[in-house]
Structures are given as C-alpha cells and as structure tokens.
C-alpha cells in the first residue's frame, strides 16, 4: 500500500526522534550551549541592573546560537551514517523536509520550555506580559526551524559542515532576530500585545516565506 505524505512525515520524524533518544546529540548540544551562556552572563552581569532592552537581546542571542549548535544535525548525521541514500528511496523530498522540520521545531521547543525558567532564575524578569512572550518565541520557533532545516540540507555533503552552517545561516535568520527581540523586549516591559503587532506580523510573514520557499527549494536540493 502507498503512504500518504502525512505517513512519510510522521515516519521521518519518528526515525529523528529515535535516533535522538539513543544518541542524544542535538539536545545535548542546544542545552549544554544555552545552560553554559546563560550562567555565564548572569555571573558576569549579577552586580548590574538590567534593562528590558538587554534581557530580550540576551535571551534571543543565546536561543539562535544554541539552534546553531543543534540544528544542522538532522542532515548531517544522515550523510555520516551513510542513510542519505535510503531516506531518498523511502520518502518524497516533501515529506522528508518536513518531518526534518517538525524534529527541529520539536527541539527548539524542548529549548524554550527549559530556557525561560533557567532564563527567569539566573536573569529574572520583574514583571512580563508572559502570553505576548510565547508568541514571540512560538513564531520565532517556526522561523528558525524553517530556515534551517533547509540550509542544513543544503550544507549537509560539505566538507566544513558546522562553519558552513553558521556563516550561511546567521544573515539569512537576522530578520528573526530583530523581530524576536522587539517584541520580547515588548514582553518584558508588560506591554499588551497589540502594541507588538509589528513584530508579530514580521515573524508570521517570515515563517510563511520561509516555510513556502523551502518546500518549493527542498526538491531541488535534495535531489543535486
């Protein structure tokens, strides 16, 4: 019997999740990198008052480089295994893309869901619109995920993976970034959420964008 694309999604992503739960390479990495950076900062900045401004920039720098760190390792831990060649045979590029996606959105929100509470202990905030804060970094989430689960992709067969990764992704993520950061700044100052609907239109245009130009972009990828 044919698999739908739904089937073959699910099935990418199973397989993701399962070797992750043996190796546990992607968030061993993410949460070592954020863990280490955010205890960093709070010894380097404790005797200092800090503003909205500096919470929200510190709280996103650390995120996208901890995404930097783990993300690019869907793809190429397929090349090191030798089960590029397999996955090609068993899944369209449609459903291979996103089930790449879901695993890397999934670890982005193991991410969030451990990086605000360490975030609120070692930086605490005083007071923040909590709600315009997870929709901030949902939408930023499915930004990231998007964006670079298609550079990975495309970086996966090179022979400077990790470098590569990072030089031909920190440009493409910077409108993320900025969104990101303005309406966590927002967030943090308890500001309500129709007074962050810029950067939350930024952020949903993004995600689309970036979620419709890789799924029209993946099949040409994968297949070269």
Same mark, same amino acid.
């Given at each position: $019997? ?16 399962? +070797? ?10 993410? %949460?070592?990198?954020?863990?280490? +950076?955010?205890?960093?900062?709070? @010894? ?13 920039? $510190?709280?996103?720098?650390?995120? &996208? =480089?901890?995404?930097?760190?783990? %993300?690019?390792? /869907? ?7 030798? +089960? ?12 291979? @893309?996103? /089930?790449? =996606?879901?695993?890397?959105? =999934? ?6 869901? *451990?990086?605000?509470? &360490?975030?609120? *202990?070692? %930086? ?7 709600? &315009?804060? $997870?929709?901030?970094?949902? &939408?930023?989430?499915?930004? %990231?995920?998007?964006?670079?689960? #298609? ?18 992704? =920190? ?5 993320? #970034? ?5 309406? +966590? ?17 930024? #952020? ?5 964008? $970036? ?14």
């Amino acid at each position: $019997m044919k698999l739908s694309w739904l089937d073959t999604t699910l099935a990418v992503l199973v397989k993701d999740l399962r +070797t992750e739960a043996r190796a546990r390479s992607a968030v061993g990495s993410v %949460l070592l990198f954020s863990v280490v +950076t955010l205890t960093a900062v709070s @010894y380097s900045l404790g005797g200092f008052a800090i503003d909205a401004d500096i919470q929200a920039s $510190m709280l996103w720098i650390v995120l &996208l =480089f901890a995404a930097l760190a783990g %993300l690019s390792r /869907g793809f190429v831990s397929e090349t090191e295994s030798g +089960t590029v060649l397999a996955l090609r045979l068993a899944a369209p590029p449609t459903s291979v @893309y996103l /089930g790449k =996606f879901l695993f890397n959105l =999934f670890l982005l929100g193991v991410l969030d869901l *451990i990086l605000i509470p &360490l975030f609120q *202990i070692l %930086l605490p905030v005083a007071s923040a619109n909590w709600g &315009l804060l $997870m929709i901030g970094l949902v &939408l930023g989430s499915i930004g %990231l995920a998007a964006s670079t689960t #298609l550079i990975a992709a495309i970086v996966a067969q090179a022979g400077v993976k990790g470098t590569l990764f990072t030089v031909l992704a =920190f440009p493409v993520l910077v409108p993320v #970034l900025v969104a990101g950061i303005g309406a +966590t700044r927002k967030a943090f100052a308890s500001e309500p959420v129709a007074a962050a609907m810029p950067e939350i239109q930024l #952020l949903v245009s993004y995600a689309g964008v $970036m979620l419709a130009a890789s799924l029209l972009l993946f099949d040409h990828v994968w297949k070269d």
